[in-house]
């Protein structure tokens, strides 16, 4: 499958970008960032330097992923959406100096599979958001997200659990641990603050 870039965007001539993906007008992939198959990067997008990236995933216009994220497959960042990279940020050292690269070390924000991160959402690195988890749009992430849960606010909180489809699961009337998902009829086990399918 072809890959589509618009002659607008910048993609670093050693980025990879995997096959059926798709990068609009004015974003931005720089040196060493890596986009998996059928990948889409919105407009006005910005991948920042070595950011590993999977299969089937949507980046929305605008959103600004700075390295070193991961994001797994089929995760989806609305638009917007900021993953950050400095605990501390600061644009000169103590001594007033401007500060360079060599001045402070990255952290990265990594999102596992599936994982939905609303728009104009902010995620605060260091931090992980678990597989087919949901952020809210307008949320400040900064603390860990486990797996399936849906969070949301300033900072964000949980609000519930949602599947593997989106949609927020609803607790068994008989069974206080399960959760079910009103579209799929799937079901899952709360356990200790975790979620997961139920075998």
Known sequence: MAIRIQESAQVADNAKVGEGSSVWDLAQIRE???????????????????????????????????????LADGVFVGPAAVFTNDHNPRAVTPSGGLKSASDWEATGVDIGEGASIGARSVCVAPVRIGKWAMVAAGAVVTRDVPDHALVMGVPAKRAGWVGRAGEKLVRDREDETLWRCPATDETYREDAGHLSLAG
């Not at 919105?42 to 949507?58: D, L, M, P, T």
């Open 32 to 70: 060493d960032a890596v986009l998996g198959d059928n990948c889409i990067v919105g407009r006005g997008a910005y991948i920042g330097s070595g950011v590993q990236i999977g299969s089937n995933v949507k980046i929305q216009n605008l959103a600004l992923v700075y390295e070193p994220a991961r």
